[in-house]
């Protein structure tokens, strides 16, 4: 083992989990950890990990809120990223 894998196998604890999931399902994790020439279990990891550790901060809990309580000033013009902008303004 190099000193690198060493370093990180000591700084980050792994424990191996079984899941039961659709068949179809892991085809398709499959299919895209190959796109990204990643194995399943990278992939996977990446995304759980994304999952889990990703919240939004308070302005964007805000937006969320104001949208569900219906809130929004107006029509969202999607046409273009710019006129998304100006009409949120």
Sequence with gaps: M???ELIMDIAVQKKAQSFR??????ERLKKMARRENRSLNNFVECALLDIAYSEPNAETKAAIEDARAGKLQGPLDVSSVEAMYRSMD
């Design 2 to 4: 190099h000193t690198k």
């Design 21 to 26: 999931l659709p068949v179809e399902l892991i």
